[in-house]
């Protein structure tokens, strides 16, 4: 039996979800503790394996502190991402690259900002020329 697809605007709620999440400093645990669900529901949801009905939506909005359309950002009116930012999504998504983005946006000095950027190109070339 084929493998049910995702919704790609599920995948695009639950993302939202779990960047907002992630910001606050939020566990899954504590999350579905707050909904009253498992953390192992927190990240069906997060993933868009399973929808979030309307419902379930309001509260999350309430208790992560921003509206409903926070959600839904960078979707058109047809509903479908208005980019292909999957890439940038999962890399935001991740634990490490939150937090590296968080850390990286505290640099204030443009030449530090510069030479860190420089630094994580070259590591990720020599990654590449091991490959």
């Known amino acids: 039996m084929a493998k049910k697809q995702a919704n790609p605007i599920d995948i695009q709620v639950g993302n939202r979800v779990r960047i907002r999440r992630m910001l606050i400093g939020m566990s899954q645990e504590k999350l579905g503790d ?27 909005s309430r208790i992560l502190n921003v509206p409903i359309d926070f ?10 991402p208005e980019y292909d930012g999957a890439p940038v999504m999962e890399f935001v998504s991740s634990g490490e690259g939150l937090q590296l983005a968080l850390a990286f946006m505290k640099i204030k000095d443009a030449k530090v900002r510069k030479r860190m950027l420089d630094l994580v ?11």
Do not use: D
């Open 71 to 80: 959600f839904y950002e960078g979707v058109s009116a047809a509903g479908q």
């Open 34 to 60: 707050l909904l009253g669900l498992t953390f192992q529901q927190v990240q069906k949801y997060e993933k868009g394996v399973n929808r979030i009905g309307a419902g379930r939506l309001f509260e999350v």
């Open 121 to 131: 190109k070259s590591l990720s070339e020599e990654e590449e020329q091991k490959n």
